[in-house]
């Protein structure tokens, strides 16, 4: 059994990662850090972890730490990048599911997320973490930067039509909604029951941090910059993300085959039916994306639909997927389990 | 004190209705039919009602109908248009809540709704029924097409940008969200809450009956055919709809400027500060569409936010308005109250 | 126009408050004060009151306060006590809506909030808010202590049962379920949509602040000490309370007549017919207690349900009613709207 | 591999026996049937069990399922009375997820269930389904009635203190609270999104169907008949169930420790620590049903609160738990996943 460690527990990426890896075959953690909650068993601050999880929270622990495989960084932005270093050091293997080493261009990282950057040299080294495009590269990578929710659907979403040239690529639209878990368990009054239960609103219109990580990977597969509008929601629910992807086509393509050929051979990629529109409970809890493409009215615009559970494809999941690969295991091993409908 | 029938009052446009006519200052309910309910006191039914409706379902009756001011047919597709031409005759106003007579083009709206049209020449009589565009022609008219949900929030939104000539009229995206009752009150698995709660998804990508209602309305405004797409979305939530509005600009324009000054005479149109983000509670259970415009990042794509409570301004409300217009009363009698919130 | 002032409206309490008197025939809200938002229009905040209210929160002023007829607090508990004297020697009269006045007995109200009271001679005087029990006395009172919103809806359940001594005064049981509105507006990361959202839990079994509360209501009513479990749980949505009441029938009664006649006079309980089973939706956003008594399978267990909107009947508009009888208004002025269904 | 069929799987059961047996090491689905849905890939019905389950649903067919190891019925009540005879003549196995052969008393479930029963013989030999009081009878049966929802939660809250003598066995109470998943995948207009979203209601308080059998289980476990009081309720939620019990205590027993020793060795229930309130999320998609006990304020009153999810332990979960000790198999196999939360 691999030993697996994370910093950072406390949040909800961090007890999607408890569970998943909770019944994981080849992988055991040994050690999970919290500052706030050192002392407290797992299982008494998450009660669907009783039985499952005997450990306790613990103080940032360098040594038991550098004494794990891997590590999983669970903490917020701008926390990783100050102690990656010396677990690298150490030959731990490291992936960060915050932002800190998602953006290649520092001086855009330092203004999205308005800090300096701690070991900017790293950020060249770290591997974008989307197994759908960087599947080798990551499974040889010391540190992986795991993307982000909203950049994983909309990525998987546009990615063979830009891979295709199917599309023109400026005046893309990503009309993104998100389930309200992807906010974090921290205490703000905007994200309370009564706030956000039974509304929808847009937010960041003018800015979000997902766009220049969106941008920057669909510049990569363009080869091109790309202009890209991006718009998110959010959702009166808890889970789900569903991307809705506006694009010119340029030409005729069978977009049908063109998705269904891509993705043959990826596990946690499903293109529906033609026609079908994929709903966010259908990935509930599992690490798939699901996605649909049309055309509609036989007009120039293509529209792709794009679902993946934020918390799984968006977060946790995706973290296993990863250090699946890393650590040379089955790329799904721990991730076989049926989205959870109704 | 004006006399008022309801023809099919049993769905949730007719309870908004009679929800909103019974604390009306001005008018009074007096017939209220439906075949299967006739008989069965109206309260029972909707005990929300109950000390403020007093009358009974009835079954359809042409004399009683005959006799009031004006009638509202909250009634299924293809219902009104056999019935109003009595009535018309009759010296009754009528307000069709169905979209019988919304479409101009009468090929069109056979091929989208399935039918023969029955009376296609009260279909060039008929007001559209949005007041921010036609308010003197709803004065005058005999026979009102109360517009559609989706079709009252995209065509606000767009509306001021078209008459400005400040976007390119074509590449029109429409993304739209619904809440679930919009799609009524029958008996439909597909709408049960273990379906459509905590998850969220397109539908009808491929063809919506609101499109050519839309793009009749966008063309006009801009005097010349539109491209336009148009996804509508399922939320899981019961009131509100939300649609994200995306279109080139065209030139430089003060956008904030261009939509104040443009519903600054309008009861019901409320231009919300630049950078703001409407939720859809804000008009939970009134007659208020609440808007705002961004152009994100210094791009050339213009963003607006568009929400209205889809059984308010985009049915029932907006129907009692037309009424209050039609009628020679104040535009906004009966439709002062306070939005829901939380 | 009466002139009314709010001390404390940044809460759920205090939009309530703000969304009933802005259509309020007879009042005007003239001052509305906040610590941590004055300077604030209420409009910003609260963007339902767009064109109804245009007043902006102030910081506590006395003098403005002291010109007012009649003041509200909408503050946590604890803090009215400190400032109710100085207002009642001005001549203004008040509604206290959190529990500084509501517990009569000095010591208990002591030990279930944890401090002491800043004017115990005050609460032999304040006059407890529940119009179906006070009437009189509330017509003629300076101080109102405006109810809990538990205590509400059990006392209004049980109250024809113990007056007619048709139950056991011991082993009563009130099991009671509230949307999270009634947990406020505060940053708690307890009540969170990724908590509570589709999840149901009982909380305080071992004590709750209302208890007390109910207890001595119903002492009163029975005019000698019952016997009390009461168990609030936590509802998946915002607004709305349902108290399923149990106990031992004594005798044989009339049920459906003794309620009934009990509130055949009473413009806000609304005894639904035998068998019926009351809905909160039935009640939301309205002022309405709906109420339906059974005896399951003639049994000796009378069960009593009764639902209100936890932020009007059992909060702002029950403060409405004791504000109309303070001021010698009807007592259902500005109350008379219809619930929000769906 | 044992090989399993399924009678009726369009509905909710049905879809959460096949997610659960879709990741099952020691058992295949071989055989799933359906009158309405013969011929459609299951997947297509449910894409949450796209790449998991490649059958299409076919017509029931007696040859079929006569080669199955076992076979449970997820149809409506009274449907597998007509079947099951056939099938354990060939030998096969049989779990009831309906009612068929829950009640001993053949007049009771005539009464309640509105039919003659067709095969009374085989009510006596059916073993009731609760694996913590007839584990044993269950490994030898041929012929498993799986419990109710409500009768599972409520039975499991009362087992230990009726086994002890702890509580009166008269004016028992059972308030218990079921999410909407409970009512099927039906096409109901009552359980529409619209009409069951955003509120709350007791239904069935003058009898509900689950009454004889929670009383059944409760009287044969004192060994005496008892007097209860059950009211259900809906909550706006899809899945879970959450009972709150209340008995009169007799004499002093230490609570925490009688729950706890009775429950030490089942490995699907879960008595948490004194003093807590158990969550439905907490059991969100797996067979677990956590309990807590609570004696308020040191009155006479015993107050448990017990939660499953009553597609899991409530239905499908027990049946795969039954379906293992019926096989010889490990009692947990295929029931191992931690519960999603959030």
Chains 1, 2, 3, 4 share one sequence.
Request: charged share 20%; proline share 6%; net charge negative.
């Amino acid at each position: 059994m691999k030993k697996i460690g994370i910093v950072g527990g406390t949040g909800y990426t961090g007890v999607e990662l408890l569970r998943l890896l909770a019944t994981h075959p080849d992988v055991e953690v040994t050690v999970i850090t919290s500052r706030s909650e050192a002392g407290t068993p797992v299982a008494d601050m998450y009660p669907n972890l009783r039985g499952h999880i005997d450990i306790a929270f613990i103080e940032p622990n360098a040594e038991l730490l550098g004494a794990c495989d891997l590590v999983f960084f669970a903490t917020p932005n701008g926390t990783a990048m100050k102690l990656v270093p010396e677990l690298l050091e150490a030959g731990v293997k490291v992936i960060d599911l915050a932002a800190d080493f998602r953006i290649k261009e520092i001086s855009v990282w330092e203004q999205w997320y308005g800090m300096e950057h701690a070991c900017p040299n790293l950020v060249a080294e770290a591997v974008y973490g989307l197994p759908e495009i960087n599947c080798d590269a990551i499974k040889g990578a010391r540190l992986v930067a795991n993307p982000g929710c909203y950049p994983t659907a909309a990525t998987l979403g546009f990615l063979p039509l830009l891979e295709a040239n199917a599309i023109e690529t400026d005046g893309l639209v990503a009309d993104c909604k998100s389930g309200v878990s992807g906010a974090g368990r921290g205490a703000n009054a905007a994200m309370l029951m009564g706030e956000v239960g039974e509304s929808f609103k847009a937010y960041g219109v003018l800015g979000h941090r997902h766009l220049p990580e969106i941008r920057q990977n669909l510049s990569e597969i363009a080869s091109e910059p790309v202009g890209l509008t991006f718009v998110p929601h959010l959702l009166p629910m808890i889970r789900g993300i569903h991307a809705t992807l506006y694009a010119e086509a340029v030409g005729e393509t069978d977009l049908q085959q063109l998705f269904e050929q891509r993705y043959a051979d990826e596990p946690f990629v499903d293109v529906l039916p033609a026609g079908a529109h994929p709903e966010t409970r259908s990935v509930r809890g599992v690490n798939h994306c699901r996605i649909a493409v049309h055309q509609p009215q036989d007009g120039d615009m293509i529209v792709v639909l794009s679902v993946i559970d934020n918390l799984v494809k968006g977060a946790a999941g995706q973290a296993v997927q990863n250090m699946n690969l890393m650590l040379g295991l089955d790329e799904a091993a721990g991730l076989n389990s049926v989205a959870l409908l109704p």
